[in-house]
């Protein structure tokens, strides 16, 4: 049984497909620049009315999502684990879209509640 | 002993065929994923209820005017996302040097394992202390759990025109919703800090170089990049929507 860690350890590093020091720092950027793109829009489209903040406002989300697969797959290495350890981590997000779809239903009966 | 290879000798070569780990994953590591699973579910509930309650407000305090200070200097107004971006900024480097003591880990170099995560460290208590900032700032004009700031100070922050029962009733939401969201993601950050401060220690006294892997970095570090991942989400529904 004490030989099993050190195991894994090893067969992770063979498939070599790992993070370097170039690729986080290539991350590193990339979530930067999405941030700056967030602000550009928050700070200066917006205000100005270049953009609609019913259009920034799912541009945002959008950007976030981004941001969030950058996260989970480099920084978090789940783009590098076995195929069933991803589906583990993912599938029971459908779970938390659920509950997304069901309260922003619910929110809008809300509205008329309140009237 | 026979060359032919049979149907069923092909099948056990499969992941899930038994007599290896089919995830690949250590034990520790994997459980760190189940556990950060069920903490997003935790942090969903808490975001998805603000989105709802928010979505059926008939108006909501506009985060570029709440949010226009930086707190700590003198600047209190014509600000929005300054500070906010440099919390961010604090936040996303400190992940950086997390995967970066992860990979000196993968190399077994010691010393610059403790120099990253040292400065995911230092990162971490100054996002802490930004939150602090904020908090205070936030405090002082008059928010707090179920308490909202008196009618003058109350209408800065709304757009033109909004009746006063409606500022009212959507503040003590927004004033509940923003210090327990944010307090549970700084109470995370705070814990992150304090296992990494023990895992540091551990690197010190030399535990994982007798031990011949730096894994226990590794699961901190997805800890502690999951508590970035989650001020991602904070940082947009609360400041730029």
């Known amino acids: 049984m004490s030989s099993e860690p050190t195991e894994v350890h090893h067969a992770e590093g063979e498939h070599g497909d790992t993070m370097t020091r170039k690729r986080i720092w290539k991350v590193f950027f990339i979530l930067l620049g999405i941030t700056c793109v967030e602000f550009f829009i928050a700070l200066y489209l917006v205000p100005n009315g270049h953009m609609a903040i019913k259009v920034a406002n799912p541009v945002y989300i959008v950007l976030t ?26 599938v029971p997000i459908l779970f938390i879209i659920g509950l997304i779809l069901v309260l922003t239903n619910e929110s809008h009966h809300w509205i008329t509640l309140r009237l | 002993m026979s060359a032919t290879v049979t149907q069923i000798d092909d099948l056990k070569t499969t992941p899930w065929s038994g007599g290896r780990s089919p995830f690949n994953v250590e034990y520790g590591k994997m459980m760190m994923w189940f556990f950060l699973l069920s903490d997003a579910f935790t942090f969903s509930s808490l975001l998805i209820s603000y989105g709802a309650l928010r979505f059926s407000a008939p108006t909501w305090p506009s985060p570029s005017l709440v949010f226009q200070s930086v ?50 460290i230092i990162g971490g208590l ?116």
């Open chain 1, 65 to 90: 999502l981004f941001k969030a697969f950058y996260i989970v797959a480099f920084f978090m290495h789940l783009k590098f684990e076995k195929v069933g350890l991803v589906y583990a981590i993912l």
């Open chain 2, 71 to 120: 707190p700590g200097t003198s600047i209190e107004h014509g600000a929005p996302l300054v500070f906010v971006g440099l919390m961010t900024f604090i936040l996303i480097m400190s992940s950086v040097t997390m995967v970066l003591a992860v990979e000196a880990g993968h190399r077994n170099s010691k010393k610059e394992v403790i120099w990253w995560m040292i400065g995911t």
């Open chain 2, 126 to 241: 100054m996002f802490l202390s930004c939150q602090a900032l904020e908090w205070n700032h936030l405090h002082s004009e008059g928010f707090w759990w179920s308490a909202i700031p008196n009618k003058e100070t109350l209408q800065e922050f709304f757009e033109k025109g909004v009746p006063f029962a409606q500022q009212q009733m959507t503040s003590h939401q927004f004033a509940n919703l923003f210090f327990t969201i944010t307090g549970f993601h700084g109470f995370h950050v705070f814990s992150g800090v304090i296992i990494n401060i023990i895992i540091t220690l551990n690197v010190l006294k030399g535990t994982y170089e007798k031990r011949g892997s730096y894994l226990m970095i590794e699961k901190v570090g997805l800890y502690w990049h999951f508590v970035d991942l989650v001020w991602v989400f904070v940082f947009t529904f609360f400041y730029l929507v």
